[in-house]
């Protein structure tokens, strides 16, 4: 008897990895709607989501790692920025 999982599913790891890259996905834009200027919203907004749409097919694991620690690294410099020009 064969496996019940369809072709494409994920295997475990796959899976953990693209929940992580979801969940950087979602903070970075969570953390760009606090950024004051609607014209730089936008702009990192759009720039978010080519970054990621541009590298969504990728599947070398080490590659995808590396790509959410980068995006990771600019969500933290993001927040520092916003959390400076709050104060």
């Known amino acids: 008897m064969g496996s019940r999982l ?3 599913a994920l295997s475990l790891k796959q899976f953990l990895q ?3 890259v979801l969940g950087v996905y979602r ?4 953390t760009i709607r606090q950024v004051p200027d609607e014209a730089d919203r ?3 907004r759009d720039w978010a989501r080519e970054e ?3 590298n969504k097919n990728a599947t070398n694991q080490d590659a995808i790692r590396m790509m959410i620690t980068q995006a990771t690294n ?4 993001l927040q520092k920025s916003l ?3 709050k104060s």
């Open 6 to 8: 369809p072709p494409a």
């Open 18 to 20: 693209r929940q992580k």
């Open 27 to 30: 903070s970075m834009l969570r």
């Open 42 to 44: 936008k702009y990192l």
């Open 52 to 54: 990621f749409k541009r």
């Open 74 to 77: 600019h969500l933290e410099e």
């Open 83 to 85: 959390l400076l020009a």
